[in-house]
């Protein structure tokens, strides 16, 4: 009798829907939450606030218009290292305000870095953040709903969530910090989650290379070119998961398809939020607080359509 219970029980709980609320690109603005009903929030970073980029323009403009230059200019050398120190920390104070605003949702939040909070894995970002502390950590210091994926995995619901950020894309293979260096660490969570079956939600701070990654920005001294992750797509070509979560260019916001994996680009700002829904390890429903730019793919379910909110 008790055995009979208990499988049903684990079957009702395999036929239940989850529902994840995906926040886009924030850079310290508060988000305006369009959705009630969710179980989960996933964050792809840039939670912080992004004081000091008119003088990363600035460098990054020079940078590009002296490619043979002996040294690169840092965004510091334009504001001096006492305001930019002063920028960081608040910066990081702002994006901690927001952790801990969602917090009060009451729901299990899924981080990952993005290159506006601090996370130092090398020296070359040690340098620019101006500190060998990791600042990224003390975003989420006590907040225990707050779960960082960045490199590892987390288990929720019969998902593997699997984690990595502020990669500087798209990476080349053979050179410090390059394409190995982002994707040596991913290998083995991708593989055990193959062989546990577990259908796998790639979170990632980048959408992949030659996906929702373009800069159309004219302004930019990118313009015209795709700045997405080559360690993602090969990744999702590889091991296609379920879905994979990114964002980092602005300029687009929607979803397509890399073979069996459907992407989201989850987009900028305060009002970009998307509502997923799971169900028996498939997605069954995507939701859009806003328009979408980039268009969305076909979830190809016959009881369920792909729902657009505008």
């Known amino acids: 009798m008790n055995k009979k219970k208990n499988k049903n029980s684990k079957k009702h709980k395999e036929h239940k829907e989850i529902k994840l609320l995906v926040i886009g690109d924030l850079h310290g603005q508060l988000p305006t939450i369009s959705f009630s009903n969710f179980d989960a929030i996933i964050l792809h970073g840039d939670v912080c606030k992004d004081g000091g980029k008119e003088y990363i323009w600035r460098a990054m403009t020079w940078n590009a218009n002296h490619p043979n230059a002996k040294k690169k200019k840092q965004w510091y050398d334009y504001c001096g290292k006492k305001k930019a120190r002063a920028i960081i ?7 901690r305000k927001i952790l801990e605003h969602l917090s009060t949702y009451q729901k299990p939040i899924f981080l990952v870095p993005g290159n506006w909070d601090y996370k130092t894995t090398d020296k070359k970002m040690q340098e620019t953040a101006l500190s060998k502390q990791d600042l990224y950590s003390i975003l989420a210091k006590g907040l225990n709903r707050v779960h960082d994926c960045f490199r590892t995995h987390r288990s929720f619901k019969g998902f593997s969530i699997i984690g990595n950020g502020v990669m500087s894309a798209p990476e080349r293979k053979g050179v410090p910090y390059g394409y190995e260096y982002w994707r040596q660490p991913l290998e083995r969570h991708f593989k055990n989650a193959k062989l546990r079956r577990q ?3 790639y979170l990632n701070h980048d959408v992949p290379y030659l996906c929702m990654d373009q800069i159309t920005n004219k302004q930019s001294p990118a313009f015209g070119r795709h700045y997405g992750s080559k360690v993602a797509r090969d990744l999702i070509v ?11 260019i602005h300029e687009h916001y929607g979803t397509k398809r890399i073979g069996k994996t459907i992407v989201l680009n989850a987009g900028f700002g305060r009002e970009k939020n998307t509502l997923i829904t799971l169900k028996q390890g498939k997605v069954t429903r995507i939701e859009y607080a806003t328009r979408p730019w980039s268009g969305n793919v076909n979830l190809q379910h016959s009881e369920k359509k792909l729902s657009r909110k505008r």
Not at 89 to 95: C, F, P
Not at 238 to 247: S, V
Request: aromatic content about 4%.
């Open 89 to 95: 920390n608040d910066n990081v104070s702002i994006g």
């Open 199 to 201: 259908p796998i939600i």
């Open 238 to 248: 590889e091991y296609a998961p379920l879905l994979c979560i990114g964002g980092h």
